[in-house]
């Protein structure tokens, strides 16, 4: 019996791991294919994170749905933890980024994909009670790419990119991304805070007239503040 459960054990964490890695693999290639037109880079660290936190909540919700298959609230919790361990990977990996622009999220497409990513996750588990069946397989694979194709794509149409002065985000993203030495790293971080403070005002001006206000039109705000600013990748922190 205990070689039993120790298998049952190393089945799900191997399951996690090829899940998870998946789940990653589509979201970091995705990512590489966005061009904004601006200097990129991703820090490895945060990066690794989000891949750990996939496998890791992937696995978290595949003992759930093994151990409490006939529990609704079991599975309803597994649902969850997997469906919000997608989106954290998701969010956490564009939070890597390292680029020469204000990066912005609409709230309502950010909250649109984290439900649909739970919901259909959840949906995906509940249908896996049973999977004696090829067509219940091939149903249940199919509700998680639902699941993990919606948050991505609806969190990618959440964000817009506001580009920064073109030498201040290549020496910022230089510098954070470590291609500069320790030396170069803090004079170009010190000679980006300046140039950013000057830059300030038509960064302003070019938040109002260009971007932002086109993505407004084509999506009326439900209140006075629909943005989440995410990240200014130029920073000395």
């Known amino acids: 019996r205990a070689a039993t459960h120790h298998l049952a054990w190393r089945r799900l964490l191997i399951t996690a791991a090829m899940f998870g890695g998946s789940v990653w693999s589509l979201h970091f290639v995705a990512m590489i294919a966005f061009h904004p037109d601006l200097h990129i880079a991703y820090d490895p660290q945060v990066t690794a994170a989000s891949a750990a936190i996939v496998v890791g909540g992937a696995f978290v919700a595949l003992l759930l749905w093994r151990w409490g298959s006939d529990e609704p609230a079991i599975l309803a919790a597994a649902g969850l933890v997997l469906g919000l361990s997608i989106a954290a990977m998701h969010y956490l990996g564009v939070g890597a980024m390292r680029l020469s622009g204000l990066l912005l999220f609409d709230h309502r497409y950010v909250l649109a994909s984290l439900l649909l990513s739970v919901v259909l996750a959840s949906l995906a588990l509940l249908r896996a009670c049973d999977l ?72 302003r001006d070019h938040f109002a007239d260009t971007a932002p206000r086109r993505f407004l039109n084509r999506k009326p705000p439900v209140s006075g503040r629909p943005w989440l600013v995410f990240r200014l990748a130029p920073s000395g922190g």
């Open 132 to 203: 004696t069946r090829l067509g219940r397989r091939i149903e249940v694979a199919l509700w998680l790419v639902l699941a993990i194709c919606s948050l991505h794509f609806t969190g990618m149409a959440a964000m817009v990119v506001i580009p920064l002065a073109a030498e201040v985000g290549a020496d910022a993203v230089g510098a954070l991304s470590g291609d500069l030495d320790a030396g170069d790293r803090l004079a170009a971080l010190d000679d980006g805070l300046d140039e950013l403070l000057h830059l300030a005002g038509d960064v």
